[in-house]
């Protein structure tokens, strides 16, 4: 009978070093994608007695015990990724931050593409949360307006219904 495998070894099947390079500044070398199971967040999931997160068990495997109370960090931003050097252990409250500072970065603009400010009274919401430009929804509303002002103008004359007569002249 051959020996059981470890679940080390059954790891690396299920392992794809050749996964997307991250576009994220700083992080080296492309991601290790995870072909077996992910949970509903996509994490990579995997059976070691017990399921534990792909993730977290490649750190271990390559960096040793993940320190007490720490969170297993992507620093390349992938949750199917299992490539020990983009990962670190943190605090939850550093791994909320890194996850949220492109929110953060977001918020840091004070003014719309267009350069109108993004004052209390020019700022309203769309329904997942981002600011919109009231100056440039205005902009947009009148530009419409003036489209269907234009098409409204278009002289009757110009528009040729088929009639029984053309339809019998193209037979
Ligand atoms: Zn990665
Ligand atoms: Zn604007």
């Known amino acids: 009978m051959a020996p059981p495998r470890s679940p ?8 794809d070093t050749s996964g997307p390079i991250s576009l994220v500044r700083g992080v080296l070398g492309p991601c290790h994608q995870w072909t077996g199971s992910t949970n509903a ?15 977290r068990f490649a750190y271990e495997q390559a960096l040793g015990p993940i320190p007490d109370g720490l969170d297993v960090d992507h620093i390349c ?8 050097a983009h990962l670190r252990a943190v605090t ?7 996850s949220t500072n492109h929110v953060a970065a977001r918020a840091a603009v004070t003014h719309c593409p ?22 440039c929804k ?12 234009d098409t409204q ?19």
């Open 114 to 135: 267009a350069g109108h400010a993004y004052d209390e009274a020019n700022t309203y919401r769309a329904p997942n949360g981002t600011r919109k430009c009231r100056a």
């Open 153 to 171: 103008l278009v002289p009757v004359e110009l528009i040729h219904p088929r009639t029984i007569t053309t339809e019998r002249q193209a037979a």
């Open 77 to 84: 931003r992938t949750r199917a990724c299992v490539n020990p």
């Open 41 to 55: 967040s996509g994490y990579g999931t995997f059976w070691a007695g017990r399921t534990v997160k792909a993730h």
């Open 8 to 15: 080390a070894d059954r790891f690396t099947t299920k392992v």
């Open 138 to 149: 205005r902009d947009r509303t009148r530009a419409v307006r003036a489209q269907e002002r």
């Open 92 to 98: 939850h409250r550093e791994n909320i931050l890194a």
